[in-house]
């Protein structure tokens, strides 16, 4: 017996010193969030809706209950060959409702640019301003615990867009940014591309509003949220060519917000991260890139939670990833 003791001795000691550096990192991972009071994890779910439908949807807004997580960033209400009628629209609003957590949506071009009405003629303004007017009519999130908002439709000059809104949480700025997938909603047509000029406006608009909040509120950092991959980290003399060639209509949609962005982070202190919902290579797992102060983060079709915290040099760090 005494042996046999000395043995369960010795293996539970064993098992200690073999667990005490994993207990030492949690030990100083939980301290360390204990001195960031601004320390926090959000959830980003890219194109679920287009991957799996509604319930791909279900499924993210379920796994998105901790009440730790601060807020849930949803891509798209539908896929591409789902119907872009009043009832869907309103159904998947209803389950955004019930959400447990802050629910902000992020249009994709599956929710409107290619709805198109009886006739078979392209009804994606008039979706558009549907949309708008069922998800972001209230000054607030979506869910059941509500995060304030403050929307670009607050600006008597763009009253439209209401879809592009701004947060904060501790010390870092979040905002939404309408830039669909498929060169960004550009259309190779004769005459006045309308929707595209005036949400290009409007976007120019509310980047420079963004950054100048951002500088005024002393902000960490600033992450942008969107659809579409306007390639935030290409340079002009790297690429550029290629990026034309495998745009059908030779012109680059996202070249001129691209710019803009690039210049602003440039002045701007703080980290600026840019999240899109672009397709992913098959395999790859999202990862965050970085030139200089500006970063890029695409998820594909997949949900990321990602940890922030204003101590340290990486603000950013990614979690579990929900396929």
Known sequence: MPARRSFLLASLLAVAVAAAPALARDRKKAAEVLK??????????????????????????????????????VTGIKGAEEACGDRLYQKRRDLFDRARRPVILSLSGDDWTGCRNSAGRTNAIERLNRLRELFYSEPESLGRAKLPLTRLSSSPRFRSYAENAHWQVGKVMYATINLPAANNHYLAAAGR??????????????????????????????????????????????GLRALLQRTPSGQDGFAATRRQLQQRAAGFKGRVLVVDSAELPKEA???????????????????????????????FSLGETLR
């Open 36 to 73: 960031d009071p601004d320390a926090h994890r959000f959830m980003v779910a890219g194109q679920r809706a287009a991957e799996g439908g509604e319930a791909a949807l279900k499924e993210v807004l379920l796994e998105a209950k901790d009440p730790d997580l601060a807020f849930l960033v």
């Open 193 to 238: 591309n309308s929707e595209y000029e005036d949400r290009t406006v409007a976007n120019r608009f509310w980047l420079n509003r963004l950054f100048a909040i951002a500088k005024q509120d002393k902000v960490d950092a600033l992450v942008l949220f969107a659809e579409g991959n306007m390639q935030p980290l290409l340079q002009p003399a790297n």
């Open 285 to 315: 797992r999202p990862a965050i890139e970085w030139r200089a102060n500006l970063g890029h983060l695409s998820v594909g079709a997949h949900a990321v939670e990602v940890q922030v915290t204003s101590k340290g040099e990486n603000v």
